[in-house]
């Protein structure tokens, strides 16, 4: 799934056993290495270069949300009308139609995030460990390859041929991710100027896109005037597939060989989304700038949930102005700031009882995920099905009947989960980590 995978440098974690019939200790290790004077010094090796616990374990969360749609609380909600509690975690456990944020649409952000968060460190690592320039370049652009012809890969089970589209998270983080590394090799001045380039650009070329004429055929977009998604006002120009993403998958993925001609994607995502996710992207390498800065720890807690803070009112704000919504979907521009808002406070709270304060031991079943993200998503969109028919063919499905229909969906969802999590684990006590 990510440039995650690389923050798992072998020889520099101190893998800490004491589970289950033992007891668990988490610590870190320091990367001790000395490198050439003529190293860019935000990428010489030191003691901010070690294993940051918080990003193990933020990945982790999220991870184990993505993988937590097994549970399926949506089917409890609806079996239980009018329950407001699981009416609750059902709408958290689902995207929004269009504008708006759920805790389910953070997953994609957050990884994002959590891959520019990493970058740094990765990159003083090999720095650290002598690999010439030509190299690291090469493996950052392979990585980028490889990330998304997995995603394409992972969308294409169960089809006929290869069902070549982008939006899937692994493809539309390896997009940008060659230039991601190349901006992680330059300044937090160049970093912020290229955030700034590609919020303002984006947000530009959608808005000068023109809206639907009276000759539309809003039956190929499929979309009708009125419905979910499609705005009104100076906002319509980010509508449901009648927006310039849109009109350039209907292009570029017809290159593509298809049993019929692309005309729209149901859910409204775009391939074009890579660019403000880079964007995403990029507010993870400046926070993960921080986080190796040499400023005390409880400074670096403040700075980055004051600038979420900040993230989350501008961007909200940007929305409610009508200047341009806040849509997952399209990861408009204000998407881009108000997610990213909450992605710094999540950061930053992790950061703050995990690596300030040091309380590690609560977020153990956290960082099994997290330590092994890619084999986590693989799991997650390879294993459910066979796992969930499995379970009851050879456990019974009156054990998952025992609290009642209404709740069998989550019972079993909730044992899928658990074998998933002991597989991570048995991964985990095995220092088998799967990298790209």
């Known amino acids: 799934m990510t440039a995650a995978a690389d923050t798992v440098p072998a020889g520099v974690v101190a893998l800490f056993w004491r589970l289950l019939p033992s007891r668990l200790c988490l610590n870190e290790e320091a990367i001790v290495t000395i490198a050439s004077p003529a190293v860019a010094p935000s990428l010489v090796p030191t003691k901010s270069s070690a294993r940051v616990a918080s990003i193990d374990a933020y990945r982790g969360f999220v991870m184990l949300l993505m993988m937590g749609e097994v549970l399926e609380f949506g089917h409890v909600a609806r079996a239980l009308p009018g329950n407001g509690f699981w009416a609750l975690l059902a709408h958290h456990q689902d995207h929004v139609a269009w504008i708006g944020c759920s805790l389910h649409d953070m997953i994609q952000p957050s990884f994002s995030f959590l891959v520019g968060v990493a970058l740094p460190f990765s990159l003083a690592r090999r720095t650290g460990e002598g690999q010439p320039q030509w190299r690291r370049t090469l493996h950052a652009f392979w990585r980028a390859l490889v990330l998304v012809l997995l995603g394409v890969f992972l969308r294409s089970i169960g089809r006929g041929q290869t069902n070549w589209t982008f939006e899937d998270t692994l493809t539309q983080i390896g ?133 979420g803070i900040i993230a989350l009112a501008v961007g909200w704000l940007t929305g409610a102005a009508g200047i341009c919504p806040v849509v997952k979907r399209i990861w408009t521009p204000s998407w881009v700031i108000f997610s990213g808002g909450w992605c710094l406070i999540f950061l930053s709270s992790f950061y703050l009882v995990m690596d300030w304060i040091g309380l590690r031991r609560w977020a153990f079943w956290l960082t099994v995920v997290g330590m092994n993200s890619i084999a986590a998503y693989l799991i997650a969109h390879l294993c459910d099905g066979f796992i969930r028919e499995a379970l009851p063919r050879h456990l019974g499905e009156k054990v998952f009947l025992s609290a009642g229909k209404a709740y069998e969906p989550l019972l079993l969802g909730g044992a899928v989960l658990l074998m998933e999590w002991l597989i991570l684990f048995w991964m985990y006590r095995r220092r088998i980590f799967l990298r790209v």
């Not at 303002?200 to 009708?224: E, H, M, N, S």
């Not at 992207?281 to 004051?306: C, D, F, N, T, W």
């Open 175 to 307: 997009l940008g991710y060659g230039i991601l590394y190349m901006l992680g090799l330059g300044s937090a001045r160049v970093q912020w100027a290229a955030l700034g380039a590609i919020l303002i650009g984006y947000w530009l070329a959608f808005a000068v896109y023109p809206l639907p004429g009276t000759g539309f055929d809003w039956k190929k977009a499929g979309v009708q005037p009125g419905e979910v998604g499609q705005l009104t006002g100076f906002a319509a120009h980010w509508s449901k597939n009648t927006n310039l993403a849109w009109a350039f998958d209907t292009w570029f993925l017809n290159l593509f060989p298809r049993k019929h001609p692309f005309t729209n994607n149901g859910g409204g995502y775009s391939t074009l989304s890579f660019i403000p996710t880079l964007g995403t992207m990029i507010l993870g390498l400046l926070a993960g700038g921080e986080l190796r800065s040499e400023r005390p720890p409880g400074r670096k807690v403040a700075r980055l949930a004051i600038a």
